[in-house]
C-alpha cells in the first residue's frame, strides 16, 4: 500500500495580509510551507509527495517535486495527481500548505479509515450557534446539526480521486472548495474522521500566533540521566566536575576519572538517544588515557548544539561520604557552565552522603547522576 501526498500550495491568500502568500510567510523562523512539509513527512517518510505552487513561486522550494497550479484549486490538484500517478500510489492524502499544525494523530484517523473506505477526511462537528446576519444584525439563526467544519489532508483511492478529476464538467463552478466536493460528485462516499481544533488553516492576520503558539507546545523538549561509578584508590586528589580537589586518595579510571563529568556527558547522550561516552571515546582507545574529562563534555554539548538542542538545564548529585562537596560546588558549576558554554544559572552541582551505606557509605568509590534538559532551538 503507497500512500503518495499532494501539497497544494499555489494560492495567492489575500486574506491573510502581508506581502507574500501565507505559505511563505514566516512562522518560528521557518516558512509555513516548510512546516507543513515536515509534519507530513514525518508522518509518511517514504510517500512520494508533490507541493503544488503557484507559477511565479516554482522557484522558490527545493528537495522535493513541484508542480506548477492551475487556475483554481481543482485544476492545481489535479496537476498534483497526474504527476504523482508516475509513483503508482494505491491512496492519496491531499493537504493544504496552510495547515502547518496538522498532528500526525489526525494523519493517522484518515490512514485508518482508508483501510476500509475510498474516501476519508478530518472535520469538526460544530459546536456553536450559527446565526445569518447582514451589515452587523442578525438576520436569522441556523440549525447546526449535522454541519462540520471540513479540513485536510482528505484521502482518497488513489485512483479513484484522480478519474473524477479528469471527469469533472467542464461546467463545474470555479470555487469548488475540496477534493471531498470533487469526489462527491463523481458519486464517491467520503467517511468523516475526527479532526484537531490546533488544526488550524491560516486565513487572517490573527491565526500566525495561533499557529505559533501550537507549534511551540509541540517543540522537542527532552530529558536525559546519568549515571557513573569510580573506585577509589592510591592518589592524592580526585577531579570532580572538573575541579582537583586534594585528598587522601584518587580515583581509579582511564581518563581522569572525574565521575560527575561522566554522568553530566552520559546524560546528554542519553537525551539525544546518542548512545554513551564509551561508544564515542572508547576506553580501549589508548588516546583517552589520562585524558581530561572535559574533551568528552565539549563533545556531547557541541553534538546537542549541532542537532539543533540549546541544553537549557543540568543538574549533578555526587554521592560520597568524603571530600566535602558543599565549599566547592560553586566552583564546580562555574567549570561546567564554561565547558558546556552555557549560564551558570543552568548548571546545579550538589552532593549527599549515603548515610555510611554502601560502597559509598564504605568510602570505597564515588558515584555521581546527572540530568539534563534539551529544548530544540
Ligand atoms: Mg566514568
Not at 509527495?49 to 513561486?57: E, G, I, K
Not at 495527481?81 to 493537504?95: C, D, F, G, K, R
Not at 469526489?183 to 492576520?205: H, S
Amino acid at each position: 500500500m503507497t500512500t503518495g501526498i499532494i501539497i497544494v500550495a499555489a494560492g495567492r491568500g489575500t486574506r491573510a495580509g502581508g506581502e507574500t502568500p501565507k505559505q511563505w510567510q514566516g512562522l518560528r523562523g521557518r516558512r509555513v510551507l516548510d512546516w507543513t512539509l515536515e509534519a507530513m513527512t514525518t508522518a509518511l517518510p517514504d510517500a512520494p509527495l508533490v507541493v503544488v505552487l503557484h507559477p511565479d513561486d516554482m522557484g522558490l522550494l527545493d528537495g522535493h517535486d513541484t508542480v506548477a497550479g492551475g487556475g483554481t484549486r481543482a485544476q492545481s490538484v489535479r496537476n498534483g495527481l497526474e504527476h504523482l500517478a508516475q509513483y503508482h500510489p494505491s491512496q492519496v492524502l491531499i493537504h493544504d500548505a496552510a495547515r502547518p499544525c496538522v498532528s500526525p494523530t489526525v494523519i493517522q484517523n484518515v490512514l485508518r479509515a482508508l483501510q476500509t473506505a475510498n474516501a476519508a477526511a478530518p472535520a469538526l462537528a460544530v459546536s456553536d450557534a450559527l446565526w445569518t446576519g447582514t451589515e452587523g444584525r442578525v438576520t436569522g439563526t441556523q440549525d447546526r446539526a449535522g454541519l462540520f467544519r471540513a479540513q485536510t489532508p482528505q484521502g482518497f483511492r488513489f485512483d479513484a480521486i484522480l478519474a473524477a478529476h479528469r471527469g469533472m464538467s467542464k461546467d463545474a463552478p470555479d470555487d469548488v472548495a475540496d477534493d471531498v466536493a470533487v469526489a462527491r460528485m463523481a458519486g464517491l462516499d467520503v467517511t468523516i474522521v475526527p479532526g484537531d481544533e490546533d488544526n488550524l488553516k491560516i486565513t487572517y492576520p490573527g491565526d500566525f500566533a495561533r499557529a505559533e503558539r501550537i507549534l511551540g507546545m509541540q517543540m522537542d523538549i527532552r530529558t536525559g540521566n546519568g549515571f557513573d561509578v569510580h573506585r577509589f584508590g592510591d592518589g592524592d586528589h580526585v577531579v570532580l566536575c572538573g575541579v582537583k580537589v586534594p585528598h587522601d586518595a584518587g580515583l581509579i579510571g582511564h581518563s581522569d576519572a572525574d565521575v560527575g563529568m561522566h554522568a553530566l556527558t552520559d546524560a546528554i547522550y542519553g537525551a539525544l538517544a546518542e548512545g554513551d561516552i564509551g561508544q564515542h571515546f572508547p576506553p580501549s582507545d589508548p588516546q583517552w588515557k589520562g585524558a581530561a574529562s572535559e574533551i568528552f563534555l565539549k563533545h556531547a554539548a557541541e553534538l546537542a548544539r549541532t542537532r539543533g538542542f540549546a541544553l537549557t538545564h543540568a543538574d549533578v548529585t555526587l554521592i560520597c561520604e568524603r571530600p566535602k562537596i558543599g565549599p566547592l560546588a560553586q566552583q564546580m558549576r562555574t567549570a561546567l557552565a564554561e565547558i558546556m558554554k552555557i549560564d551558570i544559572a543552568r548548571v546545579s552541582v550538589k552532593a549527599t552522603t549515603s548515610e555510611r551505606l554502601g560502597f559509598t557509605g564504605r568510602e570505597e568509590g564515588i558515584a555521581a547522576m546527572a540530568t539534563v534538559t534539551l529544548v530544540q532551538s
